[in-house]
């Protein structure tokens, strides 16, 4: 059982949809990501959150709006998007200068 | 050029032999490596994590840097079929301030029974 817990697991939407991706961490970490992961691409990272304030934004499109109301939850507001953002939404946390710990991910197509 | 270069494979080996795997990198400011495993349907998980220069030994596991030619290896002794996953590099600068992970694309091992 990861630290790191996602929902949904799976989520289909249309291009018109508004939906979100939810995150939550039990490790105590401090810093919380999302990063999107296409097939044989490297992770692109989308944001960053340390100590509930965003401190990377990775000219991620405005479609794309991300939430953290405390260090233990992170959110991935979606609205209008592209067949092209179908992927794996990754999510992770850490503490400072420390390794990624990752939660098992959102598969995410549009349609 | 890409920040980092992992070769895709598929790599393909038959049970108890030794995979080998490697990653390129062009910035000379990363200080902090690291190899993550990703089984099937599931996230990434740090499997070993390594300071600047070095060989790090875990179990079956081996991480080696060569800062000077920029060059990082993983080692998997023994191979198990459970193994068989993708294995994507990792690396970053050492500022208290960079949380900017670059990774490689993934390299795909099946260990065959």
Redesign the interface.
């Known amino acids: 059982e990861t630290g790191v817990t996602q929902t949904p697991r799976h989520l289909v939407m249309g291009m018109t949809n508004k939906k979100s991706l939810k995150c939550e961490q039990h490790l105590g970490h401090n810093a919380m990501y999302w990063y999107k992961q296409s097939a044989k691409k490297p992770l692109e990272l989308m944001f960053v959150y340390s100590l509930e304030e965003r401190v990377e934004n990775n000219s991620v499109p405005s479609r794309f709006s991300p939430e953290c109301p405390n260090s233990s939850h992170l959110f991935l507001h979606l609205h209008t998007l592209q067949p092209e953002d179908s992927a794996l939404y990754l999510c992770a946390s850490s503490r400072t200068n420390s390794p990624l710990h990752f939660g098992n991910g959102t598969r995410l197509t549009v349609t | 050029q890409?920040e980092?270069e992992q070769d895709?494979g598929p790599l393909s080996v038959p049970e108890g032999a030794i995979v080998s795997l490697n990653c390129t990198y062009s910035n000379s400011a990363f200080q902090?490596f690291?190899w993550?495993r990703q089984y099937s349907?599931?996230?990434?998980?740090?499997l070993m994590?390594t300071y600047s220069s070095g060989n790090k030994e875990d179990g079956r596991f081996t991480a080696q840097v060569d800062k000077s030619s920029k060059y990082i290896s993983l080692f998997i002794r023994d191979s198990q079929p459970s193994d068989s996953a993708t294995y994507?590099c990792?690396m970053r600068g050492s500022s208290?301030?960079d949380?900017?992970?670059?990774?490689?694309?993934?390299t795909t091992v099946t260990v065959r029974a």
Request: glycine share 12%; aromatic share 20%.
């Open positions: 890409k980092v895709p902090y690291m993550y349907r599931k996230g990434p998980e740090l994590y994507l990792a208290s301030n949380y900017k992970l670059s990774f490689g694309a993934g």
